[in-house]
């Protein structure tokens, strides 16, 4: 009896991976947080109805004339729910980052945030979209004081992304 359990649990999985792969797309993206230059890649893949898991990387370079000298460096994934059929849908989705900082002067710190977003994503051509969310994000800050105390944060944070999907059931 146990191994008809086992045999039916892998067939039951074998057939949900098949399904997800079927309808599964992949691409790049860049996104934009603020002015500038795209600083965060990401890796956007879709499955199922309308869910989009994007794993996401960053790195940012601030020069000595900037207010905080060094460089950071973020890692971090997104998970998004895309609602409706056609070239415009909106979405709300959860994300996740954890922000490695390397000041020009003192000790690194780390960074992890949390958080929500709603927004919507548009078609432009036939393997291009444009994302746009925004949303409430917690941050646990590193030990940046003085003190070398640790706090929390909670801000508003909207992104803008542009998706190139290369590969998969368009």
Do not use: C
Not at 81 to 92: A, H, N, V, W
């Amino acid at each position: 009896m146990k191994r008809f359990g086992i045999v039916a649990t892998t067939v039951a999985l074998a057939i949900l991976a098949t399904t997800a792969v079927a309808s599964a797309q992949i691409g790049v993206a860049v996104m934009w947080e603020g002015n500038g230059i795209a600083p965060v890649f990401a890796l956007p893949i879709t499955f199922g109805e309308g869910m989009v898991f994007q794993p996401m990387a960053g790195i940012w370079w601030e020069g000595d004339k900037g207010p905080y000298p060094g460089t950071e460096f973020m890692i971090g994934a997104s998970f998004e729910k895309q609602m409706g059929e056609g070239d415009t849908r909106p979405l709300f989705g959860a994300l996740a980052a954890l922000d490695m900082i390397s000041p020009k002067e003192g000790d690194s710190y780390t960074d992890f945030s949390i958080g929500v977003f709603v927004g919507g994503t548009a078609k432009l051509a036939e393997n291009v979209s444009l994302v746009g969310a925004w949303g409430p994000t917690m941050t646990m800050v590193g030990k940046r004081t003085s003190a070398g105390d640790s706090y929390a944060t909670l801000n508003s944070t909207a992104h803008v992304a542009l998706r190139w999907w290369l590969w998969g059931n368009k």
